[in-house]
């Protein structure tokens, strides 16, 4: 079965950092591009970095320069840097894998972004 569990979610000031971690079990993690996405409250959730199985990124535009997705495959992990950060940021942020043909997601942790 396929769990994803993000943590390092939290209230910080604009122009602050966190760094989101998601840990995964049930797949072969370092087959497989992970993502993280996002949803603001009344908001569609959207994609904000990608990382490939070698390791290869894309970022939304709103966070290219600012956000930094990592991987760590020997312990299943997927990481988002999160440097500069804007009240726009302030939202769940999700990690999601495409396993088998479908969609898995951890449970979320919320970033508010305020002064």
């Known amino acids: 079965q396929v769990h994803l569990v993000e943590s390092g979610g939290g209230l910080v000031q604009p122009g602050g950092s966190l760094r989101l971690s998601c840990t995964t079990s049930?797949?072969?993690?370092?087959?497989?591009?992970m993502n993280w996405y996002r949803q603001a409250t009344g908001e569609q959730r959207e994609l904000v970095a990608s990382i490939t199985s070698d390791g290869s990124t894309n970022y939304a535009e709103s966070v290219k320069d600012r956000f930094t997705i990592s991987r760590n495959n020997v312990w299943n992990r997927v990481s988002l840097q999160m440097n500069s950060l804007k009240p726009e940021d302030t939202a769940a942020y999700y990690c999601?894998?495409?396993?088998?043909?479908?969609?898995?997601w951890g449970q979320g942790t919320q970033v508010t972004v305020s002064s």
């Open positions: 049930g797949i072969n993690f370092k087959l497989y591009t």
């Open positions: 999601n894998v495409r396993y088998r043909g479908s969609p898995f």
